[in-house]
């Protein structure tokens, strides 16, 4: 058997709570089930070669029909939480149209399997599955899309409430923003560079109508979580460094700052669109939370586009560092998530609620059909330095109650549909077979020491 790296457990004191993830149209399948409307990715899979092998993200896990299934998974994997989203269209085909009560009924009964279990149900409101509808009449780039997520809010906050105590309210809206307005390599697939900013702003705007709604339902537990990077400059170079900057504020800042300071960096000073902001936005949208959600994958490295670039800035690989199966895009540097926290608590003191890594995980190549447990020694390897990495910062003063692994399934890798493979858990995604990988006995037991 492989020697498989330990951790030190010794930061994370009493209390700390280990996760996993999935999420709704990543897992769910049944996409013409009991009345669910379309949604954005519904659209986009629906497109000839937006999804690298024509993946349909249906049947998939086909979690829809085999959530206790799902749940037995969680439960016999010990964490404490099990972050899970809920479908805007299978709740809510078209905003200011009929509930569906069988979607509903559905998230009623997943929270409740879960509870049974001891596993605590950490929902997400919003997993970019929006209703083609909106999308139509504009989506993120309208204002009135927030406030239709809004009443969304409220009829699940009405409907759920009483069992669902615990919320994220958005996933990841730099991933919207950026890849999905800006440059569309995810759903809706549009290419606006910097036109798709009034996006950022109508999500945030979203998310603060989400906590109103979620707190007077009785929410114990609110916030929002993005996907944040530590921003490397290329080189030291006067350009590398700029450009890195102007990366990081539209990766980072422009996100975190109006949620956790109140108000969006100097976008003017940078050469970037101001937000669409009214009176009254920003203290909708800096309601303290009662965490703020990091997800982590890796650092990105930026240097100064070409000249004739219609942006002032270009990715390029991280040097000397390994790479995930994705290659040179998602280099594994764990040390870079302490970084990155640390800079969190240096940057927004005590307006810094608690963090949570709502996120963290990695996808390396692994066979479609297998008869015995895989050996992810890549995947064990890679969770163990992020978790080290997590331990690092709580030494060193930060605030982290929780640690997330992304993701317990096998699932649609959204624009690389089957051919990414994050899960604890291995799907065959021809039978539907779940088969633990030796990731999951790994943080099986890494969870039970946490507690001995």
Known sequence: MPQHPSVDLAPFPPGFRWSTATAAFQVEGSRDTDGRGRSIWDDFVDTPGAVRDGATADPGPDSYRRHAEDVGLVARLGVDR??????????????????????????RRLADDLDSAGVTPFATLYHWDLPS????????LERDTALRFGE??????DALGDRIRHWYTLNEPVSTSLQGYAVGTLAPGRQLLFGSLPTVHHQLLAHGLAIQALRAAGAEEVGIVNNHTLVLPASRADA????AGVYDVLH???FADPVLAGAYPDLAALGIPEMPAVAGDLELISTPGDFYGVNFYNPTTIAAAPPGSPVPFELVPTPGAPVTGFGPEWPIVPTALTELLLDFRDRYGDRLPPLVIGENGASFPEPDHVDRPVDDEQRIAYLAGHIDAVGAAARAGVDVREYTVWSLLDNFEWADGWSQRFGLVHVDFDSGARTPKASFDWYRELIAGARS
């Not at 509808?133 to 993120?140: D, R």
């Not at 969304?152 to 906050?157: D, G």
């Not at 590398?240 to 450009?243: I, K, Y």
């Open 152 to 157: 969304y809010a409220e009829i699940v906050a």
């Open 252 to 254: 980072n800042r422009i």
């Open 133 to 140: 509808v909106l999308e139509a009449q504009g989506g993120w």
């Open 82 to 107: 099990y972050r899970f989203s809920i479908s805007w269209v299978r709740v809510q085909p078209e905003p200011g149209g009929p509930i569906l009560q069988a979607g509903l009924d559905y998230y």
């Open 240 to 243: 590398d460094l700029a450009a």
